[in-house]
């Protein structure tokens, strides 16, 4: 059975850091893209980062370029997304989820974990 599980989110002040992880099972990273999205309150969601597991290349939405960094290890399965310099803006539930290309679009992601809350306040 394919899942992800999603970890680590939090409440955190502006400025502060967070890592997420995205552990995945019944299937192997090294052929798929995992992307992270995001949804906060009354909005669609939205694209946040993805990584090619085969090569390791990245994408970034704009509003995190410079202040999010997404990682794997294929041997473990995982995904993470650390995200640095964390505004009030950023916070929303996490969701990571299997694709076969980046693209920001969450039709093209199947399946999905059951999200993180990040909440970002002073």
């Known amino acids: 059975q394919v899942q992800l599980v999603e970890s680590g989110g939090g409440t955190v002040q502006p400025g502060g850091s967070l890592r997420l992880s995205c552990a995945a099972s019944g299937f192997s990273l090294g052929y798929f893209v995992i992307g992270w999205f995001r949804q906060a309150p009354g909005k669609e969601r939205e694209g946040v980062s993805c990584?090619?597991?085969?090569?390791?290349?990245?994408e970034y939405a704009d509003s995190v370029k410079g202040r999010f960094t997404i990682s794997k290890d294929n041997s473990k399965n995982t995904v993470w997304l650390q995200m640095n310099s964390l505004k009030p803006e950023d916070t929303a539930v996490y969701y990571c989820?299997?694709?076969?290309?980046?693209?920001?679009?969450?039709?093209?992601?199947?399946?999905w974990g059951q999200g993180t809350q990040v909440t970002v306040t002073s």
């Open positions: 990584i090619r597991t085969s090569g390791g290349t990245t």
């Open positions: 989820a299997v694709g076969h290309q980046c693209t920001w679009n969450p039709d093209n992601f199947n399946p």
